[in-house]
């Protein structure tokens, strides 16, 4: 990658001619249908990538039940399994310039953001490493000496792991992870839209040594293959993130069977800030975060805070100053080292986007800047959408309730302490808020207050690999990362040994 001009001669297209692996083998679709990849900076089809028919999948699910059951990997030492998780992570350090050029054309984000992706997602296989090697088993005192009680985890099985297009190759690396961790097999289902960084990373765990069988990939659309995947008995774990529609229809589809599901969906985030978090000496930070808060990726992240709510006595010079810097903000192709933020994923995306606004308009919400495409000629051909913020919003607006998943951000006011924990929990979603504020024990009163699956105190956006991640309310019913990401790839057994 030519760090100065984007030039994009890292990325190589053939690697992209076989993109179904199944029991080991690359092997082309039998549906002899095909989806274009768009780079959404220019329009230009980067590669033509086959898609699966409902028989590869069920051909997917039985080379992972059949390697499973066959026991090799469920048996093998798990110090042996996760050497193999920290070989994967050498890899992605080795690749990662490669694998963040893939991850940039595919989805739009910037590179920066890209290599940050290959950093977190290194990460989380170091972690898994390190904590599947510690077990977790236990021995229970049942009040009997005769009796050994013991409590230990297997791996749950066959997993289907089905992802989203925002962060494509972090999202599917939470679930792969624990999952080679614990001993599972799986069938890897990546968002149709960004299908490409899952398919160079499924060569590097190959090349890590997971073996045949273990690890399998599709390509192709949840309504064409996703009910082989979801409806199937063979299936002992469907983990999926995504969109709370496709979510519960998931859901539904697998209850015949029993099958356990983790759903991790969508979120309307509220970002709380106090008039004490817009002084004099924290006005700069505060407006910082909320911005990059709500305008990271373009906004296309599940935890983005797209509910300002802040304290109507600094209100007015708060907004002011987030409209000035969001104008400001350099939008650009990914590749292009001075862009700060890219275009959004698809036009479909910026459709979407364009609807909301409309939308919006009409319900009474005060347009400050954004609402539509940039008029920069240079950036004609791609799905880009302008930093977007919607003044004097409330409760009853679609664009405050809805999970827009672009860059918009709304802005509601308030007066008291009891009226920002409201609005903050005024949603049916709960995955993610921050609040502002440097009064330590409002500070306290407001994160245990707010129904949400990660709080932010005076800081938005982080997370590590080490802290369970997960919704509250329809934002969810599972947990990734953390000792809770890898015990939902495992069955608890209890073993009482009355010999
Ligand atoms: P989506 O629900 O449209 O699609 C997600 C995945 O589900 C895709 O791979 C898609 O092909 C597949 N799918 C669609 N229908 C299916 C079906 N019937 N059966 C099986 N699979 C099916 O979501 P999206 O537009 O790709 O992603 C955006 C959503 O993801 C947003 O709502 C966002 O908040 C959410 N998200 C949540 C988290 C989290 O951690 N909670 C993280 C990232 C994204």
Redesign the pocket.
């Known amino acids: 990658m030519n760090q100065q001009t984007g030039n994009d001669t890292d990325f190589d297209p053939t690697l992209f001619e076989r993109v179904l692996l199944i029991g080991g083998q690359w092997i082309p679709a039998t549906s002899g249908e095909t989806r274009d990849c768009i780079d959404p900076a220019t329009g230009r089809v980067l590669v033509s990538v086959d898609e699966a028919s409902p028989d590869d999948a069920r051909a997917a699910v039985a080379a992972a039940r059949a390697t499973f059951d066959r026991g090799d990997w469920p048996a093998t030492a798990v110090a042996e399994r996760c050497a193999v998780l920290d070989r994967v992570a050498d890899l992605l350090q080795r690749d990662k310039e490669r694998l963040s050029v893939i991850e940039t054309l595919d989805t739009g984000k910037t590179l920066a953001e890209s290599r940050i992706d290959i950093d977190d997602v290194t990460s989380v296989f170091r972690y898994y490493a390190q904590l599947a090697a510690v077990s977790s088993d236990r021995l229970v005192d049942v009040g009997n000496p005769a009796v050994i009680s013991r409590v230990v985890h297997e791996p749950i099985g066959v997993c289907v792991m089905?992802?989203?297009?925002?962060?494509p190759l972090l999202?599917i690396s939470?679930k792969i992870a624990p999952a080679l961790a614990a001993g599972c097999t799986m069938v890897l289902?990546?968002?149709?839209?960004t299908p490409l960084s899952t398919i160079a990373f499924t060569h590097l765990l190959e090349e890590a040594g997971v073996p045949d069988g273990v690890v399998n990939l599709l390509q192709?659309?949840?309504?064409t293959?996703?009910?082989a995947?979801?409806d199937n008995a063979d299936v002992d774990f469907v983990s999926?993130?995504?969109?709370?529609?496709?979510?519960s229809?998931?859901l539904a589809?697998a209850a015949p069977h029993v099958t356990k599901v983790a759903v991790?969906?969508?979120?309307k985030n509220p970002h709380i800030v106090f008039a004490d978090a817009a002084g004099e000496d924290t006005f700069d930070a505060s407006v910082d975060q909320v911005l990059t808060g709500v305008f990271l990726h373009s906004g296309?992240?599940?935890?983005a805070g797209t509910r300002l709510i802040v304290e109507d006595s600094v209100a007015d010079r708060f907004v002011d100053e987030i409209v000035r810097r969001a104008e400001a903000i350099r939008m650009g192709p990914g590749t292009d080292p001075a862009s700060e933020t890219g275009p959004l994923v698809s036009t479909t995306q910026r459709d979407k986007m364009e609807a909301f606004v409309e939308t919006a308009v009409a319900e009474g919400a005060v347009l400050r800047t954004g609402g539509r495409a940039p008029s920069d000629p240079a950036l004609a051909d791609g799905s880009y959408f302008l930093p977007t913020v919607f003044d004097h919003c409330s409760r009853e607006m679609d664009i405050v309730q809805l999970?827009t998943?672009g860059p918009i951000l709304t802005v509601e006011r308030f007066t008291t302490e009891a009226e920002a924990l409201r609005l903050g929990n005024d949603t049916e979603y709960g995955?993610a808020a921050g609040v502002r504020t440097t009064d330590p024990e409002r500070g306290e009163r407001m994160v245990r207050g707010l129904r949400h699956g990660t709080v932010w105190l005076n800081d938005f956006g982080y997370y590590t690999a080490a802290a369970e991640?997960?919704?509250f309310k329809k934002?969810?019913n599972g947990r990734?990362l953390g000792p809770a990401g890898l015990h939902e790839y495992q069955e608890t057994k209890h073993i009482w040994n009355n010999t």
């Open positions: 089905i992802a989203p297009w925002n962060y999202q939470w289902k990546p968002s149709e839209v192709g659309s949840g309504a293959i996703g009910s995947l979801t999926f993130t995504g969109g709370l529609a496709t979510g229809a998931i589809s991790e969906l969508g979120g296309q992240v599940c935890s999970e998943f995955l991640w997960g919704g934002s969810g990734e």
